[in-house]
């Protein structure tokens, strides 16, 4: 089985999501804003809340920087498939929620994301998320 390299667009989408995720690890909701599209949508993955807009995202996540107890969300990618034909990709993976400084995995599921290039630069347009753990 030959095994392709991957494109230079599933690359850029690779570092974008690890730069997501090392966002929230380190609380710093500016820096996910510019992965984020304008109008983007999150539908969260235990009781399906629509977070539409990418202002609205960075509030959300304000807040959850701001809790006590906070979670630390990691996503990760087990397949991003990138159109031939327009520039849009489609990422599938696993994600979890740890409680900061516990270690303790609090949640976990499946996630598909879609993400598009605008400038040179791939976002977020839209995330949906279902809990299964």
């Not at 996630?111 to 347009?125: D, N, T």
Request: proline fraction near 5%.
């Amino acid at each position: 089985m030959t095994v392709l390299p991957a494109s230079a667009a599933e690359l850029a989408i690779r570092a974008r999501r690890a730069a997501f995720n090392r966002a929230i690890a380190e609380g710093d909701a500016a820096a996910i804003q510019p992965i984020l599209a304008r109008d983007c949508v999150m539908i969260t993955g235990t009781d399906s809340a629509a977070i539409a807009g990418r202002m609205a995202q960075v509030k959300v996540w304000r807040r959850e920087f701001a809790a006590p107890a906070r979670m630390v969300y990691a996503r990760t990618p087990a397949e991003i498939v990138v159109s031939p034909v327009e520039p849009i990709a489609l990422e599938r993976g696993t994600w979890q929620g740890v409680v900061s400084g516990s270690g303790t995995v609090a949640a976990s599921g499946i996630y598909s994301a879609k993400w598009r290039e605008v400038g040179g630069a791939w976002v977020i347009e839209a995330e949906i998320y279902a809990t299964l753990a």
